[in-house]
């Protein structure tokens, strides 16, 4: 079946430094995407969307970028602080949301 | 805005017994609520949607009658685990959607032990 999926599990990054989340996904007719970010024992955190008509869309410190054409989506996070550190999914939404597996991003001081 | 709570945020239970968890929007109608079951450094898995004034619809492998869902009113959703076992205790993550917006907004997880 299709899926939403992540590339990588794990990230480890020195704080200060800019992040990159990668997401594949296989559904070429999803139309809307969402980062969301998950602290330890806590819900998912709405951080950014994008929409299948756009490419590229900032926010503060993140950036989401869309390829459509290789069914890729990233999150770049600018300047990791050790509060980013946390489990970051990608997820497809079509009435329902599919989620991927997670990345988890770890900020060394 | 649009603020999701749950309660409670962890709950204990003997094995046999019936928990209910409550999921609101605060400050919004939400035609759509879903429920979501993590275990432990897992991702999220959906076990159903709940629309307003309908019954709810399962994923796969789900039991209904083991996980029952009202969705009473555009604020209010609850998800009763029945006759609990251990192999339930899971965190308990619900999300609501605001009518013609793609985005759902997330609860902050309760979670549950079964002993």
């Known amino acids: 079946g299709e899926s939403v999926g992540l590339h990588l599990p794990t990230l480890s990054v020195q704080e200060g430094d800019n992040s990159i989340i990668n997401c594949a996904y296989s559904?070429?007719?999803?139309?809307?995407f969402i980062w969301y970010k998950q602290e330890s024992g806590k819900g998912p955190q709405f951080i950014i969307d994008?929409?299948?008509?756009?490419d590229k869309r900032q926010g503060q410190r993140v950036t989401v970028l869309l390829n459509k054409t290789v069914k890729h989506l990233s999150l770049q996070i600018a300047a990791t602080q050790p509060g980013d550190s946390a489990v970051y999914f990608c997820?497809?939404?079509?009435?329902?949301?599919?989620f991927g597996a997670g990345t988890r991003l770890t900020v060394k001081p | 805005g649009a603020v999701v709570s749950q309660h409670p945020s962890w709950v204990i239970c003997k094995s046999g017994t019936s928990v209910k968890i409550e999921c609101r929007s605060l400050?919004?109608?939400?035609?759509?609520m879903f429920w979501y079951r993590q275990f432990p450094k897992q991702s999220l898995m959906l076990m159903a949607t709940?629309?307003?004034?309908?019954?709810?619809?399962?994923e796969q492998g789900v039991e209904k009658d083991k996980f029952l869902i009202n969705h009473a009113s555009l604020t209010l959703s609850t998800l009763t685990v029945t006759s609990a076992h251990p192999e339930d205790s899971s965190f308990y993550i619900c999300?609501?959607?605001?009518?013609?917006?793609?985005?759902?907004?997330f609860g902050p997880g309760t979670r549950l032990l079964v002993l």
């Open positions: 999300s609501a959607q605001i009518q013609g917006v793609g985005t759902q907004y």
């Open positions: 559904n070429s007719a999803s139309d809307y």
């Open positions: 994008i929409r299948s008509n756009m």
């Open positions: 997820a497809e939404n079509n009435n329902d949301m599919r």
């Open positions: 400050d919004f109608q939400a035609t759509t």
């Open positions: 709940s629309n307003e004034g309908s019954k709810a619809t399962y």
